[in-house]
Structure formats: C-alpha cells, structure tokens
C-alpha cells in the first residue's frame, strides 16, 4: 500500500474552533492524527498549526485532494491558509559551493547514509574545485563562473539550471558570491544559507575577523532563509561555541566549521520536513 | 471577572479521534484552545496531550466541573485518563535543605520576583544553619532533626509539618538525608531532587569525587522525581559544563553549584506549570 | 605562618629570555612556581605572563618587596611591565543595582559561602527597593538617587562613597544608570558589568526585545570592563541558551538572568583571581 | 631554512626550580619559548609542562639532540621524564571503521583541508561497504573480516598490517570490534576510540537504547584511549546535546552522530598536537 501519511500546515489569524474543526473533518475523513503542534504568535495573535495525520483507509494523494476540497467549506469568515505535503515526496535540493567543502561533504554525506529526507538533485559551484569529492555520491558537479561583468549572465544560467534540475531548495553551503535581488525575485522558491556568525553581530565578510577584533568569548553560525537584504533573513537555527584569548583567526575559522555544519543540517533537515513557517521575519519551528 | 484559563491533561492509549472529540466537545463549551501540545509513547502507543484553553463566558471552575462531567462520556470503550488544573491555584511547595544554601536561595529569590507559580510554604531543616538567610523572605522555617535513631520518628513529623502546611509537591534542595520508603508511600505526593551529576553516572554519595576520579570532561546535574530505589526516579531536567584536569574536587563542586541551581529551577518549575507527565519511569516534559 | 603565596602578572613585548630570567630570579629567591600560564598575542607579539608561586621561606609581603626590586633590573633594554598581588589580600568589591536583584543575590549568597574572593563593601543603589533583602548578609546598603537633572552630583556623591569605602572594584548588577565619562575618568579603577545580550549584538536598551523582534534562536550574556563607549569595554565572559518562537519577550527576559547570573559571577571571579589582562580592547582571560 | 619549532613535554615529581633550570637551558641554547602550558596535580603533586619553543639559529633536530643530551644532566637527584617532538613530522594514523560512515568521512575531510596534522596511512575495515567513499581521498582501503572463530589470526593480520604501514596511533571510528587485550599488549601504541554515550554512564552495547530506556535528558559521546577494560580508559574529550520525550532511539542515534564526529575530531587533533598526557588513568589536555 503506498504512504498514507501526510503533513497539513495551516496558517491564520487565531479563533476558536479551528483545532475542534479541522480535527473533526481529518476524523471524519478517517485520519489519525500521530503529531500535532501549535502555536500562537503573542503579539498579533496569528496561529500556526502543524499535523502529521495517517489515513486509515487511503492514499495520501486521496486524502489530501479531499483535503484541498474541504478545508476552503470549514470557515466561511475568514481566509485559512494551508499547505499539505505528502512525506513521501523527497524534495529536490541544490547545494551550492565555492572552495571550502565542509557543508557539502557534510550533505552529501548524510544524503548517503539517508538521515536528508530529499534527494540531492546536484551541486553547482562557482569554481571547479570540488569535482573530485562530490564524485562517489555520484551527484551531478555543474561549474558556473562568476565574475564582476558575468553575473547577470550567471545567474540566469543559474536559474536555467535550476529549473531544469526541477529544484525544489536551493541550499547555499559556503556559497561566497552574494545572490541578487533580481535572481531572488526571479527564482521565488526557498534559498537557505549558512552565514558563519551569530547574527545580528558580524553581518557581511569576514566574520570571523571581526569576532577576533571584538574579543567574544563566543563564537556562533546562523542559517537563515535569504531575503534581499543582506543577511537579514528569517533566522531558522544558530548554535554558539566558547573561544578563548589563544584562538587566531585561523583558529576561530577551524572551530566555527564544526558549528557551521550542525547548524546548516539542522536547518536543512527541519525546512525538508516541513516543521518551518515564517512570519514577519522570524520563523516557527516545530520539534 | 475571575481567571477562564484551565489546564487539561490527557494521558491514554492512542486512537483516532481523541484531538477531534476533545477538542469537539471545548468547542461546545465555548472555549478556545491557547496551547495544545501533544506526544504519543513510539513504543507502547500511549497518548499525551496538553491542552491550555479559555473559557469565553465562564469562569474556570464552572468549565471544569462541566469537563469533569462531560469527559467520562466521550469515549465508551476505554479509560480516558484526565486532570483538570485551574492556574491560578498556586501551588503550595516546601523546599527541604542542609547546610548548602545555594539551591534554596535561588528558589526563594524567583519566589521573590514572582518567578515562581507556587507559594512556599515554609523550609524544612535537619540543621538550624540557613534560618538567617530565609527570615528576609517572610518564609516560615523549621528544624527536624534527623539522627541514625531517630529517623523513622523524624520522618512522622516531617509528614505532619507537610500536612499541616497543606504542601503539595516537595523540593529537595540539597537535602542530604535519604527519604525513606515507608515515608514516600505515607506521603504519595511529588517529591523531585536534585542530584549534583549527570544520572545515571555516580549514583550515591560524592558524585563530584566519583567524577574527578574518573576524569571526566564534563561535570551535571539532574532533577528527578523521588522514587524508592535511590537517584532512580523519572527525570525531568538535566544539564552539563566543560571541565578539565585543572579542576580539584572543590572547583568540580562550585561549578556544579551554578547546574544545580538552574537544573532544580528548570524541573520546579515545569512541574508547576503542569508541563510534566511521568510514564514508565520516564518524563514527558511538554514546551 | 602568614601566606607565602603570590601573584606575579606580567606584560611586555616577547623577547627571549623572559621565562628563564624571571624563573630564575623567583628560584634563586627561594620561590616555587605552582601556576604557570604565559600566551603572546598572534598579531603583535605581546607577551602576558600569571605566575602563581610560593615562598618556601619568607612571608608574601618581604618577597614581593624582593621582587619589586629586582624585576627592573632584569632587563636593561626593554620596560617590563608588571603587577604582584597577594592573594590574601581580600579586593573589596561595591555592587551597584537598581531594581532586579538577580545578580545582587546571588553574589552576595556566592559571598555568604565564602565562594567570593573579596569584601563586599557594600550595596549602592539608584532606588531603595532591594535594603531588605541586604539586610541578613550584613552589609550596608545606600541609596543614591539619580535623575535627569542631578547626575553630576549624584556621580560626585558616589565617588566619595566609593572612596569612603576604599572600594577596589565596582560591579553593575544590573544597575540601570550609565556611568558618565567624567565619573570614568575620575574614578579609573575597574568596573564590570553585565549587559542583557550576546555582545556586540544588540547594543544598549531593551535587547531581549531586540533580540525577539529579530527572531534569534540564542540569548546571551556579556560581562565586560566599562569603558565609555557604551557596551564597547573588553568582554571577559559570555554566554548564551536556546530560545524558541515559544519565548515572549518575558519568557526570554527570564531566561536571561540565569545566564546573567552565572556570567557575571564567572567575570567577577576571574576579575578577583588577577586572571584578567586587557590589551587592545581584548581580554586575556588564564584559566 | 628547515623548521626550527618543536615540543617538549616534562613529567616528573614536583620540586623547585624545574622551571629555571629548563628554562634557563633552553634560553642557554638561543631558544625561545613560544608557549608554555604546566599543571600539577593536586593530589599527588605530580609535575606536568607543554612547552612548544623555537631555536633561533639551529634546525629542530639539531636542538632536539642537544636537549636529549643535556636534560639528563639536570637533576641528578631525580628521574626527569621528558619528550620531545619535531611538529614538522607528521604523524601516519590508520583509521578502523565498520559500516557506518560519518567519522570516518569528517577525519578524512579534514585530513583533506589540511585540518589534521597526521598522515592517513589508511582505512581499514572488518566489512568492504566503505571501500568507494574512500576512493575519491586517495587513501588505501583494507579489509580484515572478524568473525567469531578468526579473532586471533585477523588480529594478527592487523598487526602486521599497522607495522607494514608505520602506523603511529590507530583511530577507531566506530568500529564495532572490541580489541582483545593480547593485541593491545602486542601493539602498545595509543589507540583511540570513540564510545556513543557520556561514560561512565552506558558502558557497552547499545548505549542510545540504553539512555532512551532511562530517560535521560542529554546524549553524550566520549572519545578515550583504548585500555583492556572495555569503555573504561583515560578520556579525552566529552560533550552532550539536549534530547527529549519525542527523541526515538533512531533520532538519539542520528543526533549523537554529530556529537561522535566533532568529540572525536577533538581528541584526534588535541592527541596528534602533542596535548594530552595520560596520568593516574585521566588526561591532562592542555589547551
């Protein structure tokens, strides 16, 4: 029997009865529901809820067509916004890279032991470098060279690739060429990036430079969905780690790799099961 | 108007349409669901759920005796187990301590700030050192003495201090004495602890030796509930911190104090809010 | 027999021949060295050197008055900069609050149980809220109100308190009032305070507000040396905890002074102990 | 000009003057100390110093014979124990593994950036799966399958393999076989490991089972040198994440993935670095 599970996010402004009567229609459509989480936005009162259910009886694809019928009836007064996922769809993502392969490494080798719920659909880079290691996961390497005249030209090769590789995601795993406002807009589909301080401290290059120079005893990673402006997007995860007089810059780069990776697989892994919302440029993410 | 929130615990074996049915029937009484967080056991099936709600046009104790008489008559064919709590009952606590005060004064400093969703009722000592400490706070405190022959005769007059103090969960603040097991059957209230090591590593007397003799890197401490077989109850809280091999016994213990006081905290006060349900030796500690 | 133990801090341009000529000088003295912790800076070559050594022979005072006279004659072509402590001398510390006691109870609990390498001197504050909870520790409390139009005079008032004190250090416990540059420049002996966040994000007033309106996934606590560009000082401690869309502007402000709490002690400590060395806005901090 | 850095480490009783006299023979020999790290227990007394120093006018091996010359000389009534090491040699590691990949891949990923002061010598393995994943690092790849009838003889075969490879220090990466003690005997040189639990606490099979079963609220990892007591060596490096009620055992599993990879990595580099000395089984691991 194929996959009878599926994921319902919904999104609106909070009144009652919207958890009695959007369970009771998964009820009466002979669903279970395994894992419910749900949360109020104190400050506007918007209300997000995320329901992992189980048909009894059906498909997912079934159930969730019955779903897209349904859900608009359920309230006449107010528009519900709502997403429904079939877990067994792997997302196609893209990892974009420059020289440093720790993040990618770091993906690929996750997406080949099977904890990434996705299929990595390629790795594109800005220098061919990387060739050699993203060759035995057998995932296609695509060079695109960017240069200070070229990246108009680039990133609409970008895109052409990107829409031919049916990607889903775009993940920027030390990605070091900043995308455009124009390509944002143009592609509209999520982009995460890793940048390698704890936003908001240290927005823009060299990062690590600059937490040297300022003397933090911490030193943080962030992964954040990219908006147009720089480094200001909805932050999805950070972690921080201790530092201490005797760590060059050198060394703060060598030991914030190790966070950069937890913390972009974290953010990753939540986006691809769908446990992300935004809203008003922050996120909710559900256990 | 008087407080309309109310806190509804459910813990039974899962099937479909417990959320629907419950959640059905508050809608009926006119109220909304602020908070709903839900878990179900991944190897017995058994479902938890938490749900903090309002009532619209009643006053908390009129919702909840209407639950109280509406929830057995939801579900015919098995035992749903439920309880009611009302929030602005506070919670009636007594902390029991040594000599160490760390522990104590920061419970009783949260308590001062209206940190804490509890009255604390009084101190209870087997040593008259902190009476001094405690007096600022308004807090009563008393001295029961506890010798190798005297215990079973102390611990009737513990039970009969916390009867008459109307105490409902009690804190073991670095209390250094044993509970007995005929005390914790007479007294089958919630008793959490907390113990200065990471359980189940160094179970019983000088954890803090234990772990510089074993050289580990990283010292914690765990809260628990109490249960007869010793630092072997349900855990609610736990958290660690680096060390090295610089650290003496006495600087494993200062630092550990810092875990202590926080992990003790953490453990109060979730079990305050009703956040903790206990299954099979084990926690379910809802956000 | 008085203490033989001292602390030997040292600073100057690296040269070789630091470490031979200095040890030998405490041997040929008839000292032990029982801690030895030396870094140079990787940019400049600034050589930092504590030295924990003991006498095996005379008191602290006789060879401190030794050493003071020989160390400048060790090197003919070069100023060696240094500073001998003795670490029976008791700093006498001044904690200055305004209305949260967080901070100010547990340094003086961490006091009461002797943790604290120091005298406190006594408890300033702009508001007379906290006296009562001073009062069992034993220790003066004063009120020296500040508004907008008497702050010369209020910071006049307060260096003739401290000095009246013979105060070493001061502390900011979350003290509410920004110190002025004159009082700075009058005063030029330390002070430590804890800023509400991860420095240097989230500069100046409200930062748990700031750090919820930008949706960080980390709280922080920085305990740094005031200078008087405002929350600018040399960072000796930081600290941070995992927050969650879940977490009100109140949930993260609660959260916050535990981590407070346990920075500002970890900065105060390390202050007492002569482990802290500044040096271009950084800190070297010896374990 | 060839490297003119190297390492000494001293281990001897504590007495006066060890630091003078080392010190002043160094600087005797135009060397500068560039770091210096020293600890004595605090039980024993034992003495304990990390020194990395650089001659000013020689190549290190040429000071290196000189120090091996005249350190014996220095204390006559006393057995100095002493090290030295030339950080230009690289040390050859040979990594062990089973089935599961993720530390094997981070150490050659960061064998591969150059993160990692050692040559890989080789990956060998009780099973073929890994055999493509290693391809791409250029870095043979050697099968020795253990059953339960052929331990002795591929223990054997093991031995001769590390001596035809000129293996300095044997890393295993999660490799499921426990080392008998003949071969440990028979190979004595440092073997690390790294164990999927905080130990002391779940020794053995299974430990993610085991600290679900329990309950617990933080996973650990724990990287150790191997001893005959299984899980029972001296440990090097430890670390903890927070877990929940949701966390299965497979979501332990992959959570503690993470922690294994970044502890072990730790304890590789702190070890190839020349920073750890074992005593009284615990580690010194200086910074």
Redesign the interface.
């Known amino acids: 029997m194929p996959s009878a599970r599926a994921i319902l996010l919904i999104s609106c402004p909070?009144?009652?009865?919207i958890?009695?009567?959007v369970?009771?229609l998964?009820?009466s459509l002979?669903?279970?529901?395994?894992?419910?989480?749900?949360?109020?936005d104190?400050e506007d009162g918007h209300f997000f809820w995320r329901i992992l259910f189980e048909s009894?009886s059906r498909a997912a694809a079934a159930v969730i067509a019955e779903l897209n019928a349904a859900l608009p009836t359920l309230f006449t007064d107010m528009a519900l916004h709502w997403e429904l996922f079939d877990p067994a769809y792997r997302e196609r993502i893209v990892i974009m890279v420059s020289k440093?392969?720790?993040c990618m490494?770091?993906l690929l080798?996750r997406h080949?032991?099977g904890?990434l719920d996705a299929e990595v659909a390629a790795v594109i880079s800005n220098h061919p470098d990387l060739a050699?290691?993203v060759?035995?996961f057998g995932i296609p390497f695509y060079v695109i060279p960017v240069t200070r005249d070229n990246k108009p030209r680039a990133e609409g090769e970008l895109i052409e690739r990107l829409q031919a590789l049916r990607c889903d995601t775009l993940v920027l795993a030390r990605y070091m060429q900043i995308l455009s406002g124009d390509f944002l807009r143009a592609w509209h589909k999520p982009v995460i990036n890793i940048h390698h301080s704890?936003?908001?401290?240290?927005v823009g290059a060299r990062p690590y430079k600059q937490a040297h120079d300022?003397?933090?005893?911490?030193i943080?990673a962030t992964a954040h969905y990219v908006t147009e402006e720089l480094d200001a997007g909805?932050?999805?995860?950070?972690?921080?780690t201790?530092v201490?007089?005797?760590d060059?810059v050198a060394e703060l780069t060598?030991k914030g790799k190790?966070l950069e990776v937890?913390v972009l697989?974290t953010a990753v892994r939540a986006h691809l099961q769908k446990r992300v919302l935004s809203h008003r440029?922050?996120?909710?993410?559900f256990?």
């Open positions: 909070d009144r009652p009865g958890i009695a009567r369970s009771g998964l009820y002979d669903c279970n529901i395994i894992d419910s989480d749900q949360h109020t104190d009894r440093l392969h720790h490494m770091d080798s080949h032991s904890e050699q290691l060759r035995p704890f936003l908001p401290a240290f300022r003397g933090v005893k911490l943080g909805p932050i999805i995860a950070q972690a921080t201790p201490t007089h005797r060059t060598r190790d937890v697989a440029n922050r996120t909710i993410v256990e």
